[in-house]
């Protein structure tokens, strides 16, 4: 896979975590880049373009530069999650951060400011932070968008598991309180637990759920 972007002048997060969220999906076995402000004429299949070109088709071609307001009100990497993986918007700890970059890079840093509440301490932390994270991205783009993408990828799965949490759970009904531990849950005739509803649900691994005891035995296994 080859993922063309703009050249660092200046780099933004969107394109950054663009690529590292086509590369969490996808998994290529092969990844490299070409930093250009110039569209490509000729694509392989796997390669993809992010932030420049004025074209979205949702599968090689995300560009939120166009005259659409409702496409220009997104950036290239909220682009990718929508097209992608729709997970990463409902994910508590990604959904945020795109939605961060989403108001900075299309609507500007005031505007973010006043949405999110920051006042300027938060926002020179937040851009000395990304501007650390950009500099390696600009350093070594293969390695960070790797490392960046398996970081997605567990948040994907973890948005997976809660909703796959939330189908078990339903029908039942009795209340009280049981920790799942979400890398591998298994609950049954042992424990005789019955799940009603998720109560609370935290960014770690782990979510609370209610459960009643006394019902027939059952068995429900999550991985």
């Known amino acids: 896979m080859k993922i063309y972007t703009h050249t660092p002048n200046p780099r933004h997060m969107d394109e950054v975590f663009a690529a590292a969220i086509v590369v969490a999906v996808r998994q290529p076995s092969e990844l490299s880049f070409e930093f250009t402000n ?6 392989d299949p796997g390669d ?3 932030d420049i070109g004025g074209q979205l088709d949702n599968v090689q071609w ?3 530069h166009q005259d659409d307001p409702q496409v220009n009100a997104q950036c290239a990497a909220t682009l990718v999650a929508r097209a992608l993986a ?3 918007l409902e994910a508590p700890g990604a959904g945020s951060l795109l939605e961060r970059i989403r ?5 500007g840093a005031a505007t973010m400011a006043g949405e999110l509440s920051l006042d300027f301490p938060v926002l020179q932390g937040i851009w000395f932070e990304d501007g650390i994270l950009l500099g390696m991205f600009d350093e070594h783009p293969v390695a960070v968008t790797r490392m960046l993408a398996a970081v997605l990828r567990k948040e994907i799965a973890d948005v997976q598991r809660r909703q796959k949490i939330k189908d078990l759970i339903g029908p039942y009904r009795d209340i009280d309180e049981i920790i799942f531990d979400l890398r591998e849950v298994e609950c049954g005739d042992k424990d005789r637990v019955y799940t009603s ?3 609370e649900m935290v960014t770690s691994h782990v979510v609370t759920v209610n459960f009643g005891i006394g019902r027939s035995p059952d068995k429900v296994t999550i991985y």
């Open 38 to 43: 110039t569209a490509p004429t000729f694509l």
């Open 48 to 50: 993809v373009v992010l």
């Open 86 to 88: 729709p997970e990463l």
């Open 197 to 199: 509803a998720v109560s």
């Open 62 to 64: 995300f560009d939120h």
């Open 103 to 107: 108001l900075q890079d299309a609507m």
